[in-house]
């Protein structure tokens, strides 16, 4: 779907209808996606069903279905007749076999799932309860034994885990149990999701400082020297630059511990910054 039809339709017919939650840019891009699924599969339904290996193109294309027009339908068949649209199915198909641990989830999206479970219990389910529901029947078995494998390594993990489990973050349980996230998703989130708009990232900008503050923690003590060293190193390159920390920065800086090394050298000073930065690079010429 052309993006500026699509955009032309969501400011005059689904905005009205609708109430989102969150901000437009990204309830746009839900409902961009959400169609964008929905007409893929309508659209392969629709070629398994009128395609015929025994008629020509141009015989395939008089037969238009009822509520298409002859030049949506003429333009549809060319697009399936091409080469390259043929390619990519096959290698489509072959990527959907190699999907050993099928799912239980149904067309339900997972957010609603989760609205569902949160409403249920009186908690907020995180990314392995939601993996465990969306993998077991009805009746309670596994849809299959590998799936069964990693269920209940997911659950073992939850029960020995000292950790808020609801929190979503890449070293949770499922991110532990099987590791890294694809760019373009993040597993048992639905629609949407990916690891540059789920997880918590630190923008550092020189002149424009912003910390983002979401659902992963920082609990590990390597972490946190790490953030340290990090805000000390940016105090440095801040006071080298501007001759002192600029005032609407100041407080960031002062809930940042320093590290024994800055507590036994003191503050750091202009002329420590330039002379440190000079030294690292003998060829500068002040």
């Known amino acids: 779907m052309p993006k500026s039809y699509f955009n032309d339709c969501f400011n005059k017919i689904i905005k009205s209808h609708f109430c989102f939650m969150n901000i437009e840019e990204v309830a746009r891009e839900y409902v961009y996606r959400s169609i964008a699924k929905k007409w893929a599969t309508s659209r392969q339904k629709l070629w398994d069903e009128f395609k015929d290996p025994l008629k020509t193109k141009d015989e395939i294309m008089d037969n238009f279905p009822v509520g298409i ?8 068949v060319n697009y399936r007749s091409k080469e390259e649209t043929q390619n990519m199915c096959k290698r489509n ?11 239980t989830g149904g067309s339900k999206p997972n957010s609603r799932r989760r609205a569902e479970m949160m409403a249920e219990t009186g908690r907020k389910p995180g990314r392995a309860q939601l993996y465990l529901v969306t993998h077991t029947k009805k009746d309670g078995s596994y849809v299959n034994e590998e799936a069964k494998e990693i269920c209940e390594k997911i659950e073992l993990a939850v029960s020995e885990s000292t950790v808020d489990e609801s929190e979503i973050s890449p070293n949770d349980v499922v991110g532990k149990k099987l590791g890294k996230e694809h760019p373009g998703r993040v597993r048992c989130l639905g629609l949407g999701a990916t690891p540059s708009n789920t997880f918590r990232e630190t923008n550092l900008r020189p002149g424009n400082i912003r910390i983002v503050s979401n659902n992963v923690g920082c609990s590990s003590s390597g972490c946190q020297e790490k953030y340290n060293q990090l805000m000390n190193t940016l105090k440095a390159y801040m006071i080298m630059k501007e001759g002192s920390i600029p005032e609407q920065f100041v407080g960031i800086f ?10 036994a050298s003191g503050p750091v000073s202009p002329t420590d910054a330039r002379r440190s930065s000079g030294a690292s690079n003998p060829c500068d010429i002040h």
């Not at 198909?93 to 799912?103: I, S, Y």
């Not at 002062?254 to 507590?263: G, K, L, N, Y």
């Open 69 to 76: 027009t002859r030049d949506q339908w003429t333009f549809f």
């Open 93 to 103: 198909a072959e990527n959907r076999k190699k999907q050993t641990v099928p799912h």
């Open 254 to 263: 002062a809930s940042t511990p320093t590290t024994p090394r800055d507590a």
